[in-house]
T-cell receptor
Framework: DVKVTQSSRYLVKRTGEKVFLECVQDMDHENMFWYRQDPGLGLRLIYFSYDVKMKEKGDIPEGYSVSREKKERFSLILESASTNQTSMYLC???????????FGSGTQLSVL | KNQVEQSPQSLIILEGKNCTLQCNYTVSPFSNLRWYKQDTGRGPVSLTIMTFSENTKSNGRYTATLDADTKQSSLHITASQLSDSASYICVVSTRFFYGGATNKLIFGTGTLLAVQP
């Protein structure tokens, strides 16, 4: 089975802190994604990557950056956390573009 | 504008009953449609995929339908169980070109289903 592992289930951070969310997948998938999920808004794409060292902005990249130094690892970085970044963050991977996404269990981030 | 709308927003049914969730989309060009199930505190998991030529597809007690002409899909759950309590998300894939043809996913906001004993 594909396994996508997110390093933290719950995080509490202060406004202005730099926050790192880590994601690792074990199925050699080319494609990795970061989404945030908010009630009533569904999943929104923050950043994605189709290859190592490659990254592309999704629909809501403002305030975020990413890093993909290795194929299996995709990190989401909040340079200076703000309260409006309080959300559930979901990492996903896929073998083929636009095909089935395999999600991690999510990180519930609270920024106080 | 590419959009996916789901109804109802939430639903409560008794264990053993059937229910149907709806998904309407205005996505073009259409590539495929997936239904995902998301348990509380977990990431979504794919239930079914429907391509343009498919009308019906089943996965155990879950049956998805697709009407490509009216751009509607439904997810029917038969003989519901307590474990069916979850959010069900409709996701439509559309093609766009990024270094070659690829796909963009348009997510619905989900239907929250509660199955009560």
């Amino acid at each position: 089975d594909v396994k996508v592992t997110q390093s933290s289930r719950y995080l509490v951070k202060r406004t202005g802190e730099k926050v790192f969310l880590e994601c690792v997948q074990d199925m050699d998938h080319e494609n990795m994604f970061w989404y945030r999920q908010d009630p009533g808004l569904g999943l929104r794409l923050i950043y994605f990557s189709y290859d190592v060292k490659m990254k592309e902005k999704g629909d809501i990249p403002e305030g975020y950056s990413v890093s993909r130094e290795k194929k299996e690892r995709f990190s989401l970085i909040l340079e200076s956390a703000s309260t409006n970044q309080t959300s559930m963050y979901l990492c996903a991977s896929s073998r083929d573009r636009g095909q089935e996404l395999f999600f991690g269990s999510g990180t519930q981030l609270s920024v106080l | 504008k590419n959009q996916v709308e789901q109804s109802p927003q939430s639903l409560i049914i008794l264990e053993g009953k059937n229910c149907t969730l709806q998904c309407n989309y205005t996505v073009s060009p259409f590539s495929n449609l997936r239904w995902y199930k998301q348990d509380t505190g977990r990431g979504p998991v794919s239930l079914t995929i429907m391509t343009f030529s498919e009308n019906t597809k089943s996965n155990g007690r879950y049956t998805a339908t697709l009407d490509a002409d009216t751009k509607q899909s439904s997810l029917h759950i038969t003989a519901s169980q307590l474990s069916d309590s979850a959010s069900y998300i409709c996701v439509v894939s559309t093609r766009f070109f990024y270094g070659g043809a690829t796909n963009k996913l348009i997510f619905g906001t989900g239907t929250l289903l509660a199955v009560q004993p």
